[in-house]
């Protein structure tokens, strides 16, 4: 929901260290295409169909063999065909209840739009007996533009650590939490798919998509006997000229001002059909918005979050998740340049979310989400346009779906998946109110929205 755009952050500076970007360089240059036989996808490269790794057959939520999947390099077979490279496709149509003063997106009306959000290329394989990826470069409809998108790299591997069995390994990604194993972070949290071209909330924690492929970094994790997860690491900011090798643009850069340390840990229990894992994650980031000025923003981003699965005997299936994000900001650089009233800050986002799936193939669920703020009618004002000066938005999230295929015994597996589905969101609060937030007398409730949504892999 959060973008550098939206949150008025321009800092330029550091970019990723060269020995970083030359590692990161040689290990895209070590996957580009080669030989099918070399680099299977996911699903034949295991010979298990997609509902072995995601909770409704295709999707981001992981069953238990998914997360281990994932953990250990995405470097998994056992299949006996081979393809690297797949190709999905996103979109849909939206209708918002009142339409928006201005269209959301150019080429597009201001309500009730039909369109094609993303077409992506990935490559996604295991390339050695450690080492695995997960490539993304996405086409977005509404941009016109073509770049870089999710990208995990990783090596992992089985050792005897403190006198118990473990798995470590290294992750080199382009967006926290891309990596994490739970959906209950947010690179992959529900309700996974969103429209572009409906309102949403001015502002979010940096850690909730701000830094999205507009960093570079790398993480060692460790899983402990199957219990503990611990993840430490740093994320750098990507230069103008890096930024424009992957499809982007100097007005991306956030300038970000050296290293971002990131970490995670995670605790997790499994008893019969139950499982439930507690966590905690976060990131520290300085941001400079001019680079002319050594002033910066500095951003500390805390979380705790938490999943729930339900797998009894039979056909039906429970997931839950939710998680709290509180992000203690010094704005010394607005501050000093008049763009902000107070020097320090804070912005909090809860959200939580469950959902019902029935053979893996129909699926129900609802959401809420939460985000406030202090009160700053500089600071806040510009990022939300609230004549309050306040990012307080509240609402829930509908969703209904219907994936068919990814099944063993689904038509032409493992090669075609679709998921069609319907998404409501309400809004009981928008950007700081729930009636004339704006001062022109929109209410929260008038942007309420409808998104009927096509999710297609190849």
């Not at 010979?47 to 994932?70: D, E, M, V």
């Not at 496709?89 to 080429?107: F, K, M, N, R």
């Not at 940096?206 to 006997?225: C, F, P, R």
């Not at 009160?375 to 509908?398: E, H, M, N, P, Q």
Request: one cysteine or more.
């Amino acid at each position: 929901m959060s973008s550098a755009n939206a949150r008025g952050l321009r800092p330029a500076g550091a970019g990723l260290p060269r020995g970083a970007l030359a590692l990161l360089a040689a290990l895209m240059v070590l996957v580009l295409p080669r030989p099918a036989a070399a680099v299977p996808s996911f699903a034949s490269q295991t010979g298990k169909p997609c509902s072995s790794c995601h909770t409704l057959s295709f999707g981001p939520a992981l069953t238990a063999y998914g997360r281990q999947f994932k953990l250990n390099g995405y470097t998994y077979e056992g299949g006996e065909t081979f393809m690297p490279l797949a190709l999905f496709v996103q979109g849909g149509y939206s209708h918002t209840a009142t339409a928006p003063p201005e269209p959301l997106a150019p080429h597009f009306a201001a309500n009730d739009n039909f369109s094609v959000d993303q077409v992506s290329l990935f490559i996604a394989t295991r390339i050695t007996d450690h080492l695995g990826i997960f490539m993304q470069s996405t086409y977005s409809g509404e941009k016109r533009h073509y770049n870089w998108d999710n990208t995990d790299i990783r090596y992992a591997r089985p050792v005897t650590l403190f006198g118990t069995d473990a798995i470590v390994g290294i992750s080199l990604n382009n967006n926290p939490t891309v990596q994490d194993l739970w959906t209950s972070t947010p690179a992959w949290s529900y309700p996974y798919i969103t429209s572009p071209l409906v309102p949403a909330p001015g502002a979010n924690p940096l850690i909730s998509g701000a830094l999205a492929q507009v960093v570079a970094g790398g993480t060692a994790y460790t899983m402990i006997h199957d219990r503990l997860y611990l993840e430490g690491g740093a994320y750098w900011g990507l230069s103008d000229r890096w930024l424009d090798n992957v499809g982007l643009y100097p007005s991306n850069n956030l300038h970000i001002n050296g290293a971002s340390p990131y970490w995670r840990a995670t605790y997790q229990f499994q008893s019969d059909r139950h499982y439930l894992s507690l966590g905690t994650f976060g990131i520290d980031v300085k941001l400079q918005p001019d680079p002319t000025v050594p002033d910066t923003n500095h951003f500390t981003d805390t979380a705790l979050d938490a999943t729930y699965q339900y797998t009894p005997d039979g056909p039906g299936a429970v997931l839950a998740t939710a998680s709290y994000v509180h992000e203690e900001q010094d704005l010394a650089a607005s501050f000093n340049a008049g763009g902000a009233d107070n020097r320090k800050n804070h912005l909090n986002a809860f959200r939580m979310d469950a959902s019902y799936a029935y053979e893996q193939t129909y699926s129900a669920g609802f959401g809420l989400f939460d985000i406030t703020s202090g009160t700053d009618l500089t600071y806040y004002g510009a990022l939300t346009g609230s004549i309050y000066g306040k990012a307080d938005t509240r609402g829930y999230i509908v969703q209904l779906e219907w994936v068919p295929f990814g099944k063993a015994t689904s038509w032409a597996h493992p090669w075609i998946n679709m998921r069609l589905g319907l998404q409501y969101t309400g809004y009981t609060k928008f950007n700081g109110a729930s009636d004339n937030y704006d001062g022109t007398g929109r209410s929260a409730r008038q942007n309420n929205s409808l998104f009927l949504f096509y999710w297609l892999i190849f």
